[in-house]
């Protein structure tokens, strides 16, 4: 018989339809855990939190007890939930419980609907639980599986870009974790790589044909393997050279990185930091070998398609560049040359971009998620006026740029898109992915961006079906690469409105900028409702502004603290990082706080010694969960030995606001002031 020796794990999810105790209100219930040896000696016991008023309580708790065999010799060990109604004077009230006996080899098993018993009548209601104990054989099953090896007996390709892996979804059901790899090979027989994978994939290689062009082949292998009860690390090759990525046990915390702003608008800004362009991707490689992260979350920004203004000649010589306003009625300039030069100039910043030092290693090492933002197009997509953004020159550019946004970042084609895209009647590019506990919803702000919106109904609606559909996450994670809270330059965008500064595109494109207020407030609203309603923790990640912030939302409704949601902003990892003056003037308005009538919202000053609300160094972001459904966010920043924390909690009942949001410094009508001092200038 097997020994007990592993971990117990003890899922207290949710209670439904429990018995009403109290005379005047709802029962406030809790469970307490005790798990015993079959002699009855009592090795470990838990107390959930208090749900108040609540006959159907969500809990959402994890209990974790390491066993041994000096703990449990021998027999079987039991595992009692009882239910009791919290009261503010005298003894807690027994409403009832569960029972589970389980022996070393029971495994892992899903969360499931039991009926309360009493000890001395008819019980009420179910509590939503699952008891697994993860054996530490399971790790001798690891070794084994390792002496399995797949490998493809291909041939050895010139292959000038890759491997990058990509993530490509966990199925709850089978525990199926998989992963794409995806390289650009430069001639034929890009589907007879030289590919081994350790341990054999439980699934067949799926091998696609992304992209060509002239002699240059975008290929992915698809494949899965198994997530276990303990994490491991998958070992593989391309063309001989060897790579690792973590695979995370069933019940593990996940741990993420979250990068934006991979390049650079031109050429010459590469000069200000030539001499280590990718210094964070090796800062992150450092982390890596600490943190083991499973995912890399890159924000918008991938590349920076700019220089394609200057760089493809037929735009050059008429001095065309993002909303120069003659672009509006050339019909003639974007033909099959220009359109061939167009995927030349996309192939190659895709190549050479992920190509760097230490990046390229850390595509290869971390899993992927990517959703694109306007420089993956080119600067300001979306936001310039619908004669422009209609033009032939625009739209024969924006098939190529989405083209090769399917292919390298979506790793499918523009009429195959992965499982992950977020179904229903809209075009969009969102993805979606049940990880575990863990939601993560990237959402596509740039297929059908335009002045006036940001996202189509149609898009709201299946995010909207999504989020219903999904009410068992702990932490739902929303990608919107525009940051939702940072300052307000309403002011600014009047002044200039309409008078063709260049600035005038990035404030437009702005989730604060006039012609999108009605709609952030929809979607901000919409966040609220879900985490409230769920008990779920909904967090804001967000790039483009090349600094890092932090931003703090608080809605009125103070039933729980569903009403809090973060904006994590972390931007940039490559791009130059803006000059100290510039964040000093952002810090001017940056105490402002925005006071909406559903809620208030504000940047909020990083808790170290320098106080302040801006990162102004390049960075990227560790999230890093944890067992109490909490998140410690660490962003790293160029040349700190310590990075900047900011620790989101889990949910308890009865706390409101963690973080106090007041106005600091400067008032609002000195910001409309200088917005007047602004319009004087642009006229």
Not at 235 to 249: T, V
Not at 299 to 309: C, E, I, T
Not at 395 to 410: D, E, H, K, T
Request: hydrophobic share 35%; aromatic share 12%.
């Amino acid at each position: 018989m097997a020994q007990w020796f592993g971990q117990l794990i003890v899922e207290i999810f949710s209670g439904s339809n429990l018995a009403k105790m109290d005379m005047f209100s709802a029962s406030d219930p809790y469970c307490l855990i005790k798990v015993t040896t079959s002699t009855g000696t009592l090795i470990g016991s838990y107390k959930t939190n208090v749900v108040t008023d609540n006959c159907s309580p969500v809990w959402k708790e994890l209990y974790s007890l390491k066993i041994n065999p000096m703990d449990v010799p021998e027999g079987d060990i039991t595992i009692l939930i009882e239910i009791f109604d919290a009261e503010d004077i005298g003894k807690d009230q027994y409403m009832g419980e569960i029972t589970f006996t389980i022996s070393p080899d029971s495994g892992s098993n899903e969360l499931q609907d039991y009926p309360v018993d009493h000890r001395k009548k008819k019980g009420k209601g179910t509590i939503r639980a699952a008891v697994s104990f993860i054996s530490h054989d399971i790790q001798e099953k690891i070794k084994r599986d390792k002496l399995d090896t797949f490998h493809t007996e291909g041939e050895d390709l010139d292959i000038v870009m890759g491997p990058v892996l990509l993530f490509r979804g966990l199925d709850a059901d089978t525990k199926h974790y998989k992963i794409g790899i995806l390289f650009l090979v430069n001639g034929e027989n890009g589907d007879n790589a030289n590919i081994t994978i350790n341990p054999r994939p439980v699934t067949d290689i799926k091998k696609t044909h992304l992209l060509q062009h002239d002699n240059y082949h975008l290929w992915v292998y698809d494949y899965a393997t198994m997530q276990l009860d303990a994490p491991y690390r998958v070992k593989y090759s391309l063309n001989g050279s060897y790579f690792k990525y973590w695979i995370p046990a069933v019940h593990e915390d996940p741990r993420f990185t979250v990068t934006s702003c991979n390049g650079f608008h031109e050429d010459e800004s590469l000069n200000i930091i030539r001499n280590h362009p990718n210094k964070m991707w090796e800062e992150m490689l450092k982390h890596h070998e600490s943190e083991c992260y499973h995912l890399c979350l890159q924000n918008g920004d991938q590349v920076y398609a700019d220089p394609l203004w200057s760089e493809i000649p037929q735009f050059s010589e008429k001095k065309y560049e993002a909303g120069t306003p003659a672009i509006a009625n050339d019909e003639t300039t974007y033909t099959p040359e220009v359109d061939h030069l167009v995927s030349e100039f996309y192939l190659h910043l895709y190549r050479e971009s992920w190509s760097g030092e230490f990046m390229s290693e850390a595509m290869a090492r971390i899993p992927n998620i990517m959703m694109w933002d306007d420089h993956d197009i080119f600067d300001g997509w979306g936001s310039y006026i619908p004669s422009i953004q209609n033009s032939g020159i625009y739209q024969g550019i924006w098939q190529q740029a989405q083209r090769y946004f399917c292919a390298f970042q979506l790793g499918c084609t523009m009429y195959d898109l992965p499982e992950a895209t977020l179904g229903g009647d809209h075009d969009s590019y969102t993805q979606v992915y049940d990880y575990g506990s863990v939601g993560i919803l990237a959402l596509d702000l740039r297929r059908n961006r335009r002045i006036t919106r940001v996202m189509t109904d149609e898009s709201y609606e299946c995010v909207q079906d999504w989020i219903d559909s999904h009410t068992d996450f702990n932490h739902l994670l929303v990608l919107s690469g525009i940051p939702v809270v940072y300052n307000d330059f309403s002011a600014v965008e009047l002044a200039i409105k309409g008078s063709g500064v260049e600035i005038e595109d990035d404030l437009l494109d702005h989730w604060r900028a006039e012609d999108h207020q009605e709609e952030r407030t929809k979607f901000v609203n919409m966040l609220l409702q879900y985490a409230q309603d769920t008990i779920t923790r909904v967090t804001l990640l967000s790039g483009d502004v090349h600094v890092g912030a932090a931003g703090y939302i608080e809605g009125y409704n103070h039933g729980n603290n569903g009403n809090i949601i973060w904006n994590l902003i972390s931007s940039a990892i490559k791009n130059v990082p803006p000059p100290s003056a510039a964040v000093q003037m952002l810090d001017v308005n940056g105490g402002v706080v925005e006071k909406h009538k559903d809620f208030k919202a504000g940047l909020v000053r990083f808790p170290d010694e320098r106080r302040t609300r801006y990162i102004g160094e390049r960075n990227f972001l560790s999230l890093i969960f944890n067992e109490h459904r909490g998140i410690s966010c660490y962003w790293h920043f160029e040349d700190s030995f310590r990075p900047y924390q900011i620790y989101i909690k889990g949910f308890e009942d009865g706390l409101h606001a963690e973080v106090p949001l007041h106005d600091e410094g400067i008032l609002a009508n000195v910001i409309s002031a200088i917005g007047n001092i602004g319009k004087g200038l642009f006229k």
